[in-house]
């Protein structure tokens, strides 16, 4: 299938909670497959570095 592994770091500065919404922009029936989504709290200065 092509299975590409994207990371995607992102803050809420004083919120304790927030939507994560995913969305494809492949037009019809065979659009992106999105599997083994992992969501990790941390402070800014300690969280892992991405890449």
Do not use: E
Request: charged share 5%; with cysteine; glycine share 8%.
């Amino acid at each position: 299938m092509g299975y590409v592994q994207q990371t995607a770091a992102f803050t809420t500065l004083l919120q304790t909670s927030a939507t994560l919404t995913f969305a494809s922009t492949t037009p019809g029936y065979a659009g992106p497959v999105i599997d083994d989504v992992v969501i990790q709290s941390c402070l800014p200065v300690l969280c892992p570095p991405t890449g």
